[in-house]
């Protein structure tokens, strides 16, 4: 069978089976089912796969990509970020960096991380640019009030270190600097659990460590194996009563000596969603404990953020996140700025049915966001990497639900048609892909199934390339989710969401029973940036221009280039399981899975 139109070619030679809710998740040459049946094991079965195409890679004949730069090719830190977490191995030609080694005290004359707005609250004002623009020297400074969106990039292996200036690594964010750990809970989807250990400074290695996942079967198997290893680690076993449902959830909660701190991010827990890819990490301050004898309501912000953290761990109905959320009970969150929009999975109806995904972002902009003259006219971005099946045109799902609840405005007002609000959608093209920092091996995160998009050309007339000069991130590709509001001409944005949730209605919910029932099948965390939560009466960001400029400390970094860029002519989107031996990758290689 082929298809062809302007979106696309492609030759199939299966017929798949059509199921309409089944997310794009086939991978390449799926092999086989467990015993109850279920898909074998996505995340390690797709790292096996990656694995074996990096020991034999298919080399293109005409040999290497044009401006294919040299680089390493393992994804092994040297020494690239500011912790003091050095590793064994990590060593070659990296001590007297400044780094604490092993067992020795952090830099004492470092404040442990000195957070933003701590004690006096003060509001940050549009125009405010009173603090002198000073270049950023380090990520000291950047944490120190320049960044009041707690909004971070990963560091990225490859790229100009200027453009890593204000970006963490995992081991800048489990450094001492940031807190003296007692206990830590990971939830994440891909969990490499021998990498993620060493992450941790050698110091608080054996501190107590829940990790929280879902895999079934034999991956889980081999999760319960590693874990083995290591007598502080526990697991912890999400729920996933419906078909098809995952684990994206991706989050840290990190209890100090000093405190506690929530980080909600895109990565998985393995190396290389740590290396050339751009990720998002909001990082929450660091929550004093509360006086003892303080009462369940206490610590709470304007936002609701701790009574809707403690919601969403008492959705997994497990025992070890029940003592988490007493634990979070314990402490002040008041500082928080940010807005938790979370997706766990379930059919929901009535008064649950605004507690996640799309009708969750519908209430929180109903009830919390501006109005701006004109915003009828501003149109919605979306930027994920992988894509679910959206159904046979864009009335079943993209331009009914999810475009009513993206264009909800403040004091529940909607547009009188939101017929005409365009949707953005930014996801890479193969172009992208092959020109990128890892080459095609880079589509092996970017799973949108070829038996899904062959459903749905409609959609592709929706899509943008991936383009981030500002960030310097142009070739290092997105496993971030982001969506946003923004201005006709995207200099200002009226909200900002970063978040596991990618396009689809497993993470987002589809409605049944004609509209008063949501179905969710996946687990999602996210955060949403709202203007008037940073002192902004305008009710929108300015969105930053660059990041070596005056402009004020407001201003939104938004993650890749406004306006996004329509797919041209011979541009499609990247699809992770059809094969690409036309031209080479950076590194000269061809993809062929399977
Ligand atoms: C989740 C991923 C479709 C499945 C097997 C998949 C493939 C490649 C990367 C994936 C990924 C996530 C995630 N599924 O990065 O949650 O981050």
Redesign the pocket.
């Known amino acids: 069978m082929s298809q062809e139109s302007e979106h696309g070619k492609w030759a199939v030679s299966s017929s798949e089976e059509e199921d309409g809710d089944k997310p794009s ?1 086939s ?1 390449p040459q799926q092999t086989g089912l467990s015993k109850g049946g279920e898909p074998s094991f ?2 390690s079965e ?1 790292r096996k796969a990656a694995l074996k195409r990096k020991a034999s890679p298919l080399k293109h004949q005409d040999g290497g990509f044009p401006q294919a730069p040299k680089q390493k090719s393992p994804p092994e830190e040297q020494g690239w970020c500011l912790s003091s977490s050095e590793d064994e191995e990590d060593t070659k030609g990296q001590k007297g960096k400044g780094d604490a080694g092993a067992g020795a005290r952090p830099k004492e004359h470092r404040p442990a991380l000195k957070e933003q707005g701590e004690g006096t609250h003060k509001p940050l004002q549009s125009q405010e640019s009173s603090q002198a623009p000073q270049k950023v020297q380090d990520t000291w400074d950047l944490l120190d009030g320049e960044n009041p969106f707690r909004f971070f990039l990963t560091k990225v292996k490859g790229i100009d270190a200027k453009y890593n200036l204000g970006a963490l690594h995992i081991k800048d964010i489990l450094s001492p600097l940031f807190g003296t750990l007692v206990s830590s809970a990971q939830f994440n ?2 969990i490499d659990l021998g990498w993620l250990v060493k992450q941790y400074p050698k110091e608080f290695r054996e501190k107590p460590l829940l990790v929280v996942h879902g895999e079934k079967g034999e991956s889980k198997a081999e999760l319960q194996e590693e874990k083995g290893l290591y007598d502080n680690v526990r697991l912890c076993q999400a729920k996933l009563d419906i078909a098809f449902g ?1 684990h ?1 959830t991706k989050m840290m909660i990190l209890q100090y000596e000093e405190g506690l701190r929530v980080v909600i991010h895109t990565a ?1 827990l393995i190396a290389e969603d740590w290396y050339q890819k751009t990720q998002g990490v909001w990082l929450s301050p660091l929550y004093p404990r509360l006086p003892a004898g303080a009462s369940a309501s206490d610590g709470e912000s304007h936002t609701m953020f701790k009574s809707d953290l403690i919601s969403y761990l008492m959705s997994y109905k497990s025992p070890a996140l029940v003592k988490w959320a007493e634990t979070i009970k314990q402490y002040d969150f008041s500082e928080t700025r940010v807005y938790l929009l979370g997706s766990t999975p379930g059919r929901y109806q009535n008064n649950d049915k605004e507690k996640w995904g799309h009708l969750r972002l519908r209430k929180l902009l109903k009830d919390h966001a501006m109005q701006i003259p004109d915003q009828d006219s501003w149109p919605v971005i979306g930027q994920f ?2 894509i679910g099946s959206l159904g046979d045109d864009q009335s079943k799902w993209l331009c009914s639900e999810f475009r009513d609840s993206f264009t909800s405005l403040g004091n529940g007002r909607k547009a009188p048609t939101n017929h005409d609000i365009p949707i953005h959608l930014v996801y890479p093209t193969v172009e992208n892909v092959r020109r990128s920092l890892e080459g095609y091996p880079a589509g ?2 970017l ?1 949108y199934s070829i038996e899904t998009a062959k459903k749905q050309l409609w959609l592709h007339a929706y899509f943008h390339k991936w383009s981030a000069e500002t960030s310097g991130r142009s070739r290092a590709m997105p ?1 971030i989710k982001t969506y946003m509001r923004a201005s006709p001409d995207f200099q200002k944005i009226a909200w900002f969401l970063v978040t ?1 949730a990618n396009l689809s209605k497993a993470a987002w919910g589809g409605f049944e029973k004609n509209g008063t029932q949501l179905m969710i099948r996946s687990y999602e965390l996210g955060v949403l940036f709202l203007p008037s939560e940073f002192g902004l009466n305008s009710g929108y960001f300015q969105v930053k221009e660059s990041m070596f400029s005056d402009e004020p400390a407001s201003s939104f970094p938004v993650p890749y280039d406004l306006p996004p860029e329509k797919y041209e002519g011979k541009d499609r989107p990247w699809i992770w399981n059809i094969p690409y031996t036309r031209a080479p990758d950076t590194n000269g290689n061809m993809w062929v899975p399977g």
């Open positions: 998740t991978l996505p995340c797709a989807y891909c995952t994206h998985n990497s992988s092996g995160s799973p496993h596991s």
